[in-house]
C-alpha cells in the first residue's frame, strides 16, 4: 500500500489503511463498528478536502497513478463474451493497444484501448502505453471491421503518447496515425471515447475521433507532455507543473473549449480508489451517449461527428 | 535543370533581406559561396550541391503555378488566444511578431490555381511563420480548401513545412489534425486527387495527420519528415540516431513517399501526374 501512494494522497491512505485494518478486526471484536463508521466519514471528509483543490499537476499524477484502472480493467467490468482480437496483419501485434469484439448492455461493440501494464515485466510488453505502428494499423483494420458489422465503436485512451523509437519511424507512425483519423472519421457507426488517464497528442487522437468524448474527472487531454511542453518553452522539464497549469489539460477545461463533451466523476478518493465504481460510472456515461447515437443513421453518425471536430479550434476575420 | 520560363527573379525586397543582407551568401550544404542573385535563379538551390535552401511562399508560386498566380481563399483569417496562453510573451504578442517579420497572417497561403492550365486547389505551410505550426488558423483553411477543392471536383496539392502542433493552442491544435484529415477523407472519398507535398521539415501533428494520406506523396531532397523529434527519440532509447535518419531518402527507402523531386522537376512532374489522376474524369467530360 505504502508504494503507488502519491505525495498529496498520504493523509488519506493513511486514514483508509486504518479503516481496511478496522473492518479486518470487525469480526472479532463487533464493538469495533462505532470507531469504524467515524473513521469512514473522517475519510469521507479528509478525501473531499483533499481532492477539491488539486492543482493541474496533481490531476496529471492521478491520471497517471499506477493504480488507475485500465482499459481492461473496464471490458472485465463492462463488456461480457469479450474476445479479444490480435495483429495488424501486416508486422506483428501491439499489446499497448487492445482490443476485441463484446457485448455492452446486451448488444455486440468493438471495444479497444491503450493499455499500461502494472507490473515491470508487463509494463515492456505493454510498452507504457505507447503503440507502435503496428498499434494503429490494428486499430485501423478493427474500425473497418465495425464499420461492416455494423458494431458501435467504445475507445479508452490512455497513453503518454505514440512511440518515438527507430522502428516506428521506419514503419511509419505518421502514416499509422494519420490513416486511423481518416478511417474514424468515416464509419457509420457511433463512436463513444473515454479518456481514462492521460490522453498524449496524437497517439490518443487516433482512438479519439468520436461523437462523444468524455473524460474521468482526473483525466488529461494535451498536445504534448507537460514535461515535454516545459523543456521546449523553457529548456527544462523540471517547470512541468507550470506548463500543466498553461496547457489547460485538465477534464473542467476540456470542457470548457469544447474538446470534450462530458465529465464522468471519480468515487472519493479517485478511480484507483474503487475500479467497480469507475467504471459503473464510466459505463453509465457510455450508455447513454449511446442512447443518443443509435436512432442515427449511417450519413447522419458521419455528418455528427465530422460536424463535432469542424467547429473545434477558434478564428477570427482579420480587422 | 529546367526553370520555369516566367520566374520573376529576385522576388520582393522583403525576401531578399531574409536571404541575408549582401550579394553574397554561403550555401548550407557545401560552404560554397555563392551570388545571392545567382542563388534566387535557382530557387535557392546551390548549383554546386544542389542543396535546397529554404523558398518563400512567393517564389513557390513562381515555380509551381501558372503565372505564379494563386487567388487566395480565407487570407484574412487570424488567430485568437483560446488559452491565453503566456510563456515569456504573450500568444498574441508571439502572433504579431510573426505577421509583422513575415507579412503574413498565419502559417498557410490556401486558394485556387492552376498547373499547365490545370485548375488546382493549392496550399503552402509558410515555415517562417512561428515554425509552420498547426494551429486552428492552418486547421481551418486547409479544413476549407479541401471541402472547396470538393465542391469544385478540383485535386488538391499540398505543400508541407511545419514542426507540428502550435503549442500555444494547445489541445486545439491537436484538434486540427482530425478536422483536416476529416475534410481531405471527403475529398478522398469523392473520387480526387491529393499530391501531398513534404518539404524541409514535416514533422509532429501535420505529419501525422494528412501529409501521409496523399495519393502520392512526394519529398523534396533531404528534407526532415517524421512523426518524433530526433532529440525526443534519442532521449527515449538512449543512443545515437543513424545517418540520414528521417531524411527524405530514409523515407523512399522504407517505403513512405512515392518520389523525391528537386524543385526543377516538381513543376513538369505534378502536371503528368494530375494528367494520370484525372485521366478518367477527362474521358467522361470529352
Ligand atoms: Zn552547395
Known amino acids: 500500500m505504502a508504494s503507488h501512494v502519491l505525495p498529496f494522497e498520504k493523509p488519506l491512505a493513511e486514514l483508509l489503511d486504518r479503516v481496511a485494518g478496522l473492518r479486518a478486526a470487525l469480526g472479532s471484536d463487533p464493538s469495533l463498528r462505532v470507531e469504524l463508521e467515524r473513521l469512514e466519514a473522517h475519510a469521507a471528509v479528509v478525501a473531499r478536502m483533499l481532492f477539491s483543490e488539486l492543482t493541474p499537476w496533481q490531476k496529471v499524477q492521478l491520471s497517471r497513478h499506477p493504480k488507475r484502472p485500465y482499459t481492461l480493467d473496464y471490458i472485465q467490468h ?23 469484439l463484446g457485448r455492452f448492455g446486451g448488444r455486440s461493440v468493438l471495444v479497444i484501448g491503450h493499455q499500461k501494464g502494472r507490473a515491470a515485466k508487463e509494463n515492456v510488453k505493454r510498452n507504457f502505453g505507447m503503440a507502435q505502428p503496428e498499434g494503429y494499423r490494428k486499430a485501423d483494420r478493427l474500425y473497418t471491421i465495425a464499420d461492416r458489422f455494423q458494431l458501435p465503436i467504445l475507445s479508452f485512451v490512455d497513453t503518454p503518447g505514440a512511440y518515438p523509437g527507430i522502428g516506428a519511424e521506419e514503419r511509419g507512425q505518421s502514416e499509422a496515425i494519420g490513416a486511423c483519423l481518416a478511417t474514424l472519421s468515416r464509419v457509420g457507426v457511433p463512436v463513444i471515447t473515454t479518456i481514462i488517464g492521460e490522453g498524449g497528442s496524437g497517439g490518443a487522437l487516433a482512438l479519439a475521433v468520436a461523437n462523444r468524448v468524455h473524460v474521468l474527472e482526473y483525466g488529461t487531454y494535451a498536445v504534448i507532455s507537460p514535461e515535454g511542453c516545459a523543456s521546449i518553452l523553457w529548456k527544462d522539464g523540471t ?41 459503473a460510472l464510466v459505463g453509465q456515461a457510455i450508455e447513454e451517449a449511446l442512447t443518443e447515437l443509435l436512432p442515427l443513421s449511417r450519413e447522419e453518425l458521419v455528418n455528427d461527428r465530422y460536424a463535432r471536430f469542424r467547429r473545434l479550434g477558434t478564428v477570427r476575420i482579420a480587422s | 535543370m529546367t526553370w520555369p520560363e516566367k520566374r520573376r527573379l529576385g522576388g520582393s525586397a522583403k525576401e531578399k533581406k531574409t536571404l541575408g543582407e549582401g550579394l553574397f551568401r554561403k550555401c548550407d550544404g557545401c560552404d560554397e559561396t555563392l551570388e545571392t542573385d545567382a542563388l534566387a535563379a535557382t530557387f535557392e538551390v546551390c548549383p554546386k550541391c544542389e542543396h535546397h535552401h529554404k523558398l518563400a511562399p512567393s517564389r513557390w508560386r513562381d515555380l509551381l503555378l501558372d503565372d505564379g498566380k494563386l487567388e487566395q481563399w480565407d487570407a484574412n483569417l487570424v488567430a485568437c488566444d483560446p488559452l491565453e496562453f503566456t510563456d515569456g510573451k504573450t500568444y498574441p504578442q508571439r502572433l504579431a511578431a510573426a505577421q509583422r517579420n513575415t507579412g503574413a497572417n498565419d502559417a498557410i497561403d490556401t486558394g485556387l490555381a492552376s498547373i499547365d492550365g490545370r485548375p488546382i486547389a493549392y496550399g503552402a505551410f509558410f515555415f517562417s511563420f512561428m515554425g509552420g505550426s498547426m494551429g486552428s488558423v492552418v486547421g481551418e483553411k486547409i479544413a476549407r480548401l479541401f471541402e472547396g477543392a470538393k465542391e469544385r471536383r478540383l485535386p488538391v496539392v499540398l505543400l508541407q513545412a511545419s514542426g507540428g502542433a502550435r503549442m500555444q493552442e494547445g489541445i486545439l491544435s491537436l484538434m486540427q489534425m482530425a478536422k483536416a484529415v476529416a475534410a481531405q477523407e471527403r475529398h478522398r472519398g469523392a473520387g480526387l486527387p491529393f499530391l501531398s507535398v513534404l518539404l524541409h521539415p514535416t514533422t509532429g501533428g501535420v505529419a501525422a495527420s494528412f501529409a501521409f494520406l496523399g495519393d502520392v506523396n512526394i519529398a523534396e531532397p533531404r528534407a526532415l519528415i517524421g512523426f518524433a523529434g530526433a532529440r525526443v527519440i534519442e532521449t527515449t532509447i538512449r543512443q545515437k540516431l543513424p545517418e540520414g535518419f528521417q531524411r527524405a531518402e530514409f523515407l523512399l527507402e522504407h517505403g513512405l513517399v512515392d518520389r523525391i523531386l528537386a524543385r526543377s522537376q516538381m513543376r513538369n512532374e505534378f502536371s503528368v501526374l494530375l494528367s494520370h489522376l484525372q485521366a478518367h474524369t477527362a474521358r467522361e467530360v470529352g
Open chain 1, 78 to 100: 463492462l463488456i461480457s463474451d469479450f474476445v479479444e482480437l490480435h495483429g495488424d496483419r501486416r508486422f506483428s501485434e501491439d499489446a499497448a493497444i487492445v482490443a476485441g
Open chain 1, 239 to 279: 517547470k512541468a507543473p507550470e506548463a500543466a497549469e498553461r496547457m489547460r489539460m485538465t477534464a473542467p477545461e476540456l470542457l470548457k473549449l469544447g474538446v470534450v463533451d462530458r465529465i464522468v466523476c471519480e468515487p472519493s478518493g479517485g478511480a484507483h480508489r474503487d475500479a467497480a465504481a469507475t467504471a
